[in-house]
C-alpha cells in the first residue's frame, strides 16, 4: 500500500481531522488534529490491510516565527513494508499532546525525550519526566532560542578545542622522552697522524728537543 493510499482511508475514517498529504518528498506527511492524534494512531496500527505496528521514530521541530511546535511520528509496517509521517501541532507557549504509549510502547522513551528537549507535555503519559538532563534543569536545550545557563550546580559548560589539549599532551610526552634519552656526548677530537714523506718510506722523526745552556 502506498503512502497515498494509506492517507486516502485515513480521510475516509477521519475527515477534516487529517489534512491534506504534502507534497511528494523523501517522507510526505499529513497533519492531524491534536485531540485525535491517539484515534489515528490506534486505527492505523490495526486497521486491516494497514497495520503500522511499528512508531521508528517520535520527534519534534520548534517553529519559533509560527509560535508552533511541531511533533513528528514516523509510522511503519514490518509486515506490509509501508509507512507514513504524521504531525501535530501545539502552541508554543504551553505545547500539550496526547500520548501516543498506549499505542506503541516504543514511544515511552521517545515522548520522555521530546518532553526534555523541547518541553512538550504528553498527556496520559505514565512515567514523564526527563531523559537525559537533570531533573532540575533550567529550559529544553533544543528550542531554537534556547540559551545557556553558564553552568548547572558549579559545573562549567566551556570546554577547551580537544585539538588543544592534544597538541598540549604531545608536547608533555616529547619533553619527557627527551629528558630520559638525552643525546650522547660528542666524541673528543683527536690529533691529526703525521703525514707520510713524498715517495713513501717511513714518516720523519720528530724533532729534537733543543739543548740546555752549557756549563
Known sequence: MTTTEIHEKLK???GEAVGPLSEPKVDPFAVVKTDRIVEVCRFLKD??????????DL???DWPKRNVIEVVYHLFSYKHR??????VEAARAEPSVPSVEGVWKAANWMEREVFDLFGVTFTGHPDLRR???PDDWVGHPLRKDY??????HGIPNLRENPLVELRRIDE????EHAKNNPPPAPAAAKAPAPAAPAGGGAPPAPPAPPAGPKA
Open 12 to 14: 475516509a475514517q477521519f
Open 82 to 87: 509501508h509507512g507514513i509521517v504524521l504531525k
Open 147 to 152: 540559551q545557556e545557563a553558564g553552568g548547572f
Open 131 to 133: 531523559v537525559m538532563l
Open 172 to 175: 608533555i610526552r616529547i619533553a
Open 59 to 61: 520527534t519534534a521541530v
Open 47 to 56: 486497521a486491516p490491510g494497514v497495520e503500522l505496528d511499528f512508531c521508528e
